[in-house]
Each structure stands twice: as structure tokens, then as C-alpha cells.
């Protein structure tokens, strides 16, 4: 089914639109669904797809963006699937014989997110996996967008390009990172009490193995392990682990027989005392 421009009025999904240029697997599209979904994207625009549409196999790569698939729309042509878009940028690996101007990602995604905030609409333009858009298609954009790729070795899968876009997309067209999903539980550093017990555990052992040498260096190589462990802002529970560490090599290698023994014997350690007094429950 193809859409018209009077149907598209008001549909523009999240963000710039993603155009592809008469794509040819299946495949291929499945996985730009799901490069978009994964940074918020959802409005795809496919120009006479070779396999047409709907696609079985791009519905198994899009991997769960069944939201961007079913919204996916279907066009004639270059020119009517970009009809409702204020700025049109035309992605390629290849320089053209344009007067336009060419820009990388993140210049054009400041540039699309500045213009979708004042209320324009914006799209990228992605031709076929073996040769790209064609100069009358590069012809209906406002600018040139390319990246920063080896030049020996220029060409992108169409899903990988895409992913380029939604990523500069969610970040904000600049260099700070966007809201991410999760981030390392925060962990206050260890009280200087904690420091320093490691400290003493630490140098006691190497004094052990005659570490410090000459012996007029001493403090000064004492010193500077201080100012590393300090700089590594450690908390309570990485103190923790440094000490097993230094008192598991105090100890030296331990066969099989004796790590066996002496597990048991911690664990004896714990097991609860029987009650002065009671029955035995064994006949």
C-alpha cells in the first residue's frame, strides 16, 4: 500500500525520519527498524522496497521494534516520501559533483534537533546496499551528510548507518552523553580508618618478603603506594577485597586437601551449638 502526502499529514513519528531508497533485503530493514528503536526512532519510510512490503524477513530482524514495522509506510518515489519534510539531509560515502553543503554527524543532527524543536521535520535519506542514492536523489536534500569513515574502506551496511544517525540522535547532536538506562550504584570511598588499617596490612607483608630495598628507601616507597591507593578513591568494600587479597598471599600456595580443610573448618565455625540438655533425636 503507498501512501500519499495528504495521508502523512500530522504522522511524523519521534524524531527525523528515516528514508530508505529502494532497499533490497529484507533483512536490511529489519535491522534499521531496530537501530532506530533502540534509540528512539519511529518513523520509517521505504521507496519502493525490491521484495515489497510487508516483509517476513525484516518483521524477524527487527528484533521486537514491531512498533517501528508497523508504522513503516511505503512510497513511489524519493519525492513523495520526503514531500512533508522541512530539511532533507542525503547520506553517502562518495563525494558528488553537488554544490551542497557537507556535513558530519554530529553538525547535522545539532542541526536537525535545532530545527525540530521550532516545529520543521527532518529526514535522512539512505540508498541501496550496492550503490547508494543516485545524483538526482542527493539533488533533493538540503546538505550532505557523511562520516568519518576510513576511506579505503567507506562503505556501511544500511543498519549500521542508520544506527550512526539515531545514536547522535538520542545524544543530542553533541559531545555529552544522553540519559543512559542504568549507571554503576553509587559507592561512598572508604573512611580513612579502612585506608589506613590496608595500608599497615600491606607494608607489614611486604616488610615480610624484604620488599623495601635499601632500607633508607623505605619511606619513600612507602609513600608513593599511599598516594596510589588514594588516588584509586576506594571504597569500603574494594579495601575489603585488597586486604583477602594481601592475606591470601601471606598465606602462599595451598593444595586442593588444604583449601578442602580449611573451608570445613570455617564452616564448623558457624554451624549452631546443640542446646545443653537435648534429646537426641536418633533411636
Do not use: C
Not at 559533483?97 to 520543521?120: F, H, Y
Amino acid at each position: 500500500m503507498t501512501d500519499t502526502t495528504e495521508d502523512m499529514a500530522g504522522e511524523a513519528g519521534a524524531g527525523p525520519a528515516i528514508v530508505l531508497v529502494e532497499p533490497q533485503l529484507g533483512e536490511n530493514i529489519g535491522a534499521a527498524a531496530r537501530a532506530m528503536a533502540n534509540f528512539g526512532l519511529t518513523d520509517l519510510r521505504l521507496v519502493n522496497p525490491r521484495d515489497g512490503w510487508p516483509n517476513v524477513q525484516a518483521e524477524r530482524s527487527a528484533s521486537r521494534a514491531d512498533h517501528v514495522i508497523a508504522a513503516t509506510r511505503v512510497f513511489d518515489s524519493v519525492e513523495a516520501a520526503v514531500a512533508d519534510l522541512s530539511f532533507v539531509f542525503a547520506t553517502t560515502a562518495r563525494q558528488r559533483d553537488i554544490a551542497k553543503p557537507v556535513v558530519g554527524p554530529k553538525r547535522a543532527l545539532a542541526t536537525a534537533r535545532a530545527r525540530a524543536e521550532v516545529g520543521q521535520t527532518v529526514g535522512f535519506l539512505f540508498g541501496r546496499e550496492r550503490w547508494g542514492l543516485n545524483n538526482e536523489e542527493v539533488a533533493l536534500a538540503d546538505e550532505i551528510l557523511t562520516l568519518p569513515v576510513m576511506p579505503e574502506f567507506a562503505s556501511l551496511n544500511i543498519a549500521q548507518a542508520v544506527l550512526v544517525i539515531a545514536y547522535e540522535w538520542r545524544t543530542g547532536g553533541g559531545e555529552a552523553d544522553a540519559a543512559l538506562p542504568f549507571a554503576a550504584p553509587p559507592e561512598e570511598p572508604a573512611p580513612k580508618s579502612d585506608l589506613v588499617g590496608l595500608f599497615g596490612h600491606l607494608e607489614g607483608a611486604l616488610d615480610r618478603v624484604n620488599y623495601f630495598r635499601p632500607p633508607e628507601k623505605r619511606q619513600r616507597m612507602v609513600n608513593n603506594i599511599r598516594a596510589l591507593l588514594q588516588r584509586a578513591r576506594l571504597s569500603a568494600r574494594e579495601v575489603k577485597t585488597l586486604r583477602g587479597i594481601v592475606a591470601a598471599l601471606e598465606v602462599g600456595p595451598i593444595s586442593p586437601a588444604e583449601l578442602a580443610a580449611l573451608k570445613a573448618a570455617r564452616l564448623g565455625r558457624h554451624l549452631p551449638k546443640a542446646k545443653p540438655g537435648a534429646a537426641d533425636d536418633t533411636e
